[in-house]
């Protein structure tokens, strides 16, 4: 049997983050001197690497700028989560999941605009970093939707573009599913209208845990 892997967002996929980013990145404008962004714009830049999410938000701003916010993004999270305000709740559902394909022999991996340690920290709370053999973060490649993160997710494997999955709830996830020539499942939990999936190249969105199984099934 082909190896199959199902590679996964986090923000938005696996885990509703969206009040964590939210707060964070108003602290952040806050400290740099400048109005928070408004928070569907904020939603909207989620998956992106914090730099051109910065520059998304900020647009009248210089490079050095960007990395100013993006460094002051990070401090103001570490800070609410060594506070213990930070929540990051899972998707009703998602670890039944992953628990049920890493049992069926599916191979598991994330690509995610967190970074190394903000994902490390995700998984170790919930209990979910055993079930995942390869990770990839903003940390290590450009921002999606290049295919670099997909791309070593399948050297790191084994698998075949053909039998692998991108699951993701940002048009950013499809377009780099596209781009990396795998199969492109969105999500309608997220933070993208599930029309932005479609028109960025998903071959279907799971409005349920129930059909994005089903969907995986098909690949079996």
Not at 148 to 163: F, K, P, Q
Not at 185 to 190: K, L, S, T
């Amino acid at each position: 049997m082909s190896v199959r892997l199902a590679i996964f967002d986090c923000d938005g996929t696996l885990v509703d983050s969206q009040a964590d980013i939210c707060a964070a990145m108003d602290r952040a404008f806050a400290a740099f001197g400048l109005p928070a962004p408004d928070r569907n714009e904020t939603r909207r830049v989620v998956g992106l690497s914090l730099h051109e999410a910065m520059r998304r938000l900020h647009p009248e701003g210089e490079h050095e700028h960007h990395a100013q916010l993006s460094e002051l993004y990070k401090n103001a999270f570490r800070t609410r989560r060594e506070a213990g305000l930070v929540g990051e709740p899972l998707y009703e559902g998602i670890a039944a999941l992953i628990e049920e394909l890493a049992a069926a022999g599916w191979l598991l991996g994330v690509a995610t605009g967190k970074s190394d340690r903000g994902l490390a920290h995700c998984l170790a709370t919930h209990g979910l970093a055993g079930h995942f053999v390869t990770l990839q973060t903003a940390d290590r490649h450009p921002s999606k939707p290049h295919p670099s993160m997909i791309d070593a997710c399948l050297e790191a494997t084994g698998a075949e573009r053909a039998h692998t999955a991108m699951i993701g709830d940002t048009a950013y996830d499809m377009e780099m599913a596209v781009n990396a020539g795998v199969r492109a499942f969105g999500v309608d939990w997220g933070y993208h209208h599930p029309q932005e999936l479609v028109e960025a190249g998903a071959e279907a969105v799971a409005g349920s845990m129930a059909e994005l199984r089903l969907l995986l099934r098909g690949m079996e």
